[in-house]
Nanobody
Framework: VQLQASGGGLVQAGGSLRLSCAVSGRTTRTYRMGWFRQAPGKEREFVVAISISGGVTYYADSVKGRFTISRDVAKNTVYLQMNSLKPEDTAVYYC?????????????????????WGQGTLVTVSS
């Protein structure tokens, strides 16, 4: 499966951005998905995950209440709406899919659980 992330850019603190992750390739099935981010000099960290149906989500404490993940199954696209952005949100954001998980509504924050990754999109929040 191929993942294409887009929507990053430069925004002032307090502003908003919406990231998209388009899934192509084996689109006859739906994957549980996640967003991760990596700031310069830091390890990649979990941001949010969404279940296969979209009915279950799980957020990192650092973004809870500010970010919202959603998915459009018909369009094979996952979105990340980011509001009230802070300079510490500056990072490259990656979407990921878990092709090993086929059924159910479980989500995971484990980076190693994800099998396929997009190329990343840069989000820069200025103070």
């Amino acid at each position: 499966v191929q993942l294409q992330a887009s929507g990053g850019g430069l925004v002032q603190a307090g502003g908003s951005l919406r990231l998209s992750c388009a899934v192509s390739g084996r689109t006859t099935r739906t994957y549980r998905m996640g967003w991760f981010r990596q700031a310069p000099g830091k390890e990649r960290e979990f941001v949010v995950a969404i279940s296969i149906s979209g009915g279950v989500t799980y957020y990192a404490d650092s973004v809870k209440g500010r970010f919202t993940i959603s998915r459009d199954v018909a369009k094979n696209t996952v979105y990340l709406q980011m509001n009230s952005l802070k300079p510490e949100d500056t990072a490259v954001y990656y979407c990921a899919a878990d092709a090993h998980y086929w059924y159910g509504e479980a989500v995971t924050a484990g980076l190693r659980e994800y099998t396929d990754w997009g190329q990343g999109t840069l989000v820069t929040v200025s103070s």
